[in-house]
């Protein structure tokens, strides 16, 4: 594919995130997660209650107290799950963490709390998951410049 005349390179991002434990340095690497069907065929989204309204027309009620607290547990388990995959090249060998268990899937920050990492670790990880996953302000601010530039450029020599 191509954008603007440019080959779109179809490797992934990822972004390296150092551990400092006891004189030693672990390199975690985080990478683009772009397949989401393994998530979406193990972890359907919850269904709204039926309601009946006056007049006998069926709806559903999104403000059903069960439905809000399963969509709420959906949307931490989908977090989890593309957190989990994001951190699946640095090989880590978990010990409560079950890919193919949802309910497992938060223990990948229980784990790493167990063995040595500070919130602000965590919050490193998190925010390297939001990085390659997407595009922080100074990366969007750098493509817009850059485009500009090549605009720019284009439009001079026209």
Known sequence: MKIGGQEVPKDPNYELVPLLRAGQTFMLKLQTV??????????????PSKVLKPGGKETVNLHD??????????T????????????????????????????????????LKANGCTDADLGRI???VFN?????????????????????????NQ
């Open 34 to 47: 772009t397949d989401f069907s393994e998530r979406d065929t193990m972890l359907p989204e919850p269904k």
């Open 65 to 74: 107290p069960e439905y809000l607290r399963a969509r709420n547990e959906h």
């Open 76 to 111: 931490g388990k989908m977090f989890n799950w593309v957190v989990l995959k994001a951190l699946a090249p640095s090989e880590i060998e978990w010990e409560t963490v079950d890919m193919g268990d949802p309910n497992t899937w938060e223990n990948w920050e229980k784990e």
């Open 126 to 128: 998190i925010q390297s």
């Open 132 to 156: 390659v996953q997407g595009l922080d302000q100074d990366k969007i601010d750098k493509a817009r410049d850059d485009f500009l530039a090549l605009k720019g450029e284009a439009e001079q």
